[in-house]
């Protein structure tokens, strides 16, 4: 075993565009210039994206955490003992011992930041592949009844249970089945799927080997957004890794299961991470809705029977597999078990990703992990659950982070992406914006949202302006409702919720009535 010094400097998409590529080449540069022997790890981030660059020592078994680092800060952190964990401003102990990270309960992020994305070596020495194992001494119907009774629910915005999908795809019968997984994350705010996809890709491979091996799938494919670079750069790396290894390709570990993976990169288009568009999309057609029936459950994929999944949800089965589904649903509140990996954005002052059980409350999470507002100014909204998801006020904080608290107050958790806005907002120009982003992604197909959605972003206009006000305040009540009713996906059907949300809390906005010195609208 070598004796060099291990330094990891995340590489991570938050962590390199604040310069941790610098930081790590200045650190290598310095450790050379002395006569050093440093292992530079280019880990995963720890969600802690106000810290970053977070570089680590491993000092006697522990990560000593130093952050946010430039490279400038390189020598001077050298000099005071870097390399031995030693005192410095910019030291915050040991990574478990940051509040931020100890009250966490990590489970499906476990890995990340912790290991070396790009070692199966390391993979395996933490945990990395007991799910698949326990997978293939188990059985199909096992995994299924594991996942159904871990009560895990689809991350990526509709929370359906997962174990009841995958069911469904296991009793279809056909010749050919898929797995798909929906990487292209378009909600405002959110960034778990390509924190995972970068800092723990092979809990994702694993997730996918344990769906298709369930269901009977032996092909899986990866829809990613284009605009994650450097995800799918490690990710394609994570392919060919687990698949000169063995873990992709035929007889998996002499199970008699054959499965392999393709990467796809979309194009930019947030409709395409509606389930039906992705796999238009990924058939190589325009990205446009599909009628349902027949679920793409049943006819998916090149009319096959498919499991469309996020990539929080496939990349959590592992670990419930592995610890066992009753630890997993022990974890939340009702039938909102486990945990989810929520994004912190906006005007956040210690934004990041933080892994909790469901159930705890809004404001909490803000303020004791989030730490309150970037600009030092007071909450006045918070919309979560990307941008067809309910704008909050600040007395509605309290509610519970959990499926059912949500939808009790018209709102929804979706991807759990949470993006905070101070006193300077004008909501009646956000309102605007969810008709006008309706109007810009809709994939055209139905009458309510591609029409309507213009005619939103012209009302809402008319009512600022003051012209025929309570007419146009009827008319947009009129509009959200035929929305809501009429259209064929949640683009157009729930694009009403932040702009009802809007009229219903901050009415004032609309109006002109707001008070002077809250913050005001200029
Ligand atoms: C307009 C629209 C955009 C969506 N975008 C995403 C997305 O980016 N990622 C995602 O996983 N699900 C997205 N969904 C939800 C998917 O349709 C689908 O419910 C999900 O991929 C199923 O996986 P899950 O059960 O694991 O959540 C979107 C839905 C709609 C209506
Ligand atoms: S609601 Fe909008 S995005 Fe959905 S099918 Fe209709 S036009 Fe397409």
Wanted: aromatic share 8%; charged share 20%; hydrophobic share 40%.
């Amino acid at each position: 075993m070598s004796d060099a010094i291990r330094i990891y400097v995340p590489r991570e998409t938050s962590a390199v565009s604040l310069g941790a590529d610098e930081v790590a080449a200045a650190i290598a540069a310095a450790a050379d210039a002395r006569g050093l022997s440093v292992d530079i790890v280019r880990n995963g981030s720890r969600g802690m994206c106000w810290l970053e660059p977070l570089v680590e020592v491993e000092c006697d078994g522990k990560r000593i955490a130093y952050g946010p680092v430039t490279p400038d800060d390189v020598e001077p952190l050298l000099t005071a003992g870097l390399t031995e964990g030693g005192p410095h401003a910019l030291r915050h102990g040991t990574v478990a011992d940051i509040p931020y990270f100890a009250r966490q309960q990590r489970w499906t992020f476990r890995r990340c930041g912790l290991t070396d994305p790009l070692s199966l070596d390391e993979y395996r020495a933490n945990g990395g592949f007991d799910g698949l194992r326990a997978a293939f001494a188990a059985g199909a119907d096992t995994v299924i009844e594991t996942v159904t009774a871990s009560g895990l629910r689809g991350r990526g915005g509709a929370g359906f249970p997962t174990g009841i999908k995958w069911k469904t795809v296991a009793g279809a019968a056909a010749s050919q089945k898929y797995v798909a997984c929906n990487a292209d994350e378009g909600d405002s705010g959110t960034f778990s799927d390509r924190m995972l996809m970068e800092g723990d890709p092979f809990a994702l491979i694993e997730g996918m080997l344990i769906a298709g091996l369930a269901v009977g799938a032996s092909r899986g494919y990866v829809y990613l957004r284009s605009e994650y670079p450097l995800a799918r750069q490690v990710f394609a790396r994570a392919l060919t890794l687990a698949r000169d290894a063995g873990w992709l390709g035929r007889d998996i570990e002499g199970s008699g299961f054959d499965f392999d993976i393709e990467l796809h990169i979309g194009a930019g288009s947030y409709v395409c991470g509606e389930e039906t568009s992705m796999l238009d999309s990924l058939e190589g057609k325009a990205g446009i809705v599909r009628f349902k029936p027949p679920l793409p459950a049943l006819e998916g994929l090149f009319g096959k029977p498919t499991v469309v999944n996020n990539v929080i949800t496939l990349a959590s089965v592992p670990s419930i597999l592995a610890l066992g589904a009753e630890r997993y649903a022990a974890l939340g509140v009702g039938r909102s078990t486990g945990t989810l990996a929520f994004q912190l954005a906006g005007n956040i002052r210690r934004g990041g990703l933080v892994e909790v059980p469901f159930g705890m409350s809004l404001r909490e999470m803000i303020t004791e992990f989030g730490g309150g507002t970037a600009s030092g100014r007071p909450i006045r909204a918070v919309q979560i659950g990307g941008p067809l998801g309910a704008y909050l006020p600040e007395s509605m904080l309290d509610v519970a982070l959990d499926y059912e608290a949500f939808t009790a107050v018209d709102a929804l958790i979706g991807h759990g992406g949470i993006v905070v806005f101070d006193d300077t907002v004008d909501m009646a120009a956000q309102a605007r914006f969810a008709m006008e982003f309706c109007a810009i992604e809709s994939c055209g197909k139905c009458t309510p949202c591609r029409i309507g959605s213009v005619r939103g972003v012209e009302v809402i206009d008319r009512i600022v302006a003051n012209e025929g006000r309570d007419a146009n305040l009827a008319l947009l009540a009129e509009l959200c409702d035929t929305m809501v009713d009429g259209s064929l996906c949640a683009m157009g059907g729930m694009t009403p919720f932040p702009v009802r949300s809007a009229l219903k809390y901050f009415s004032e906005d609309f109006t002109g009535t707001r008070s002077q010195g809250a913050g005001g609208n200029a």
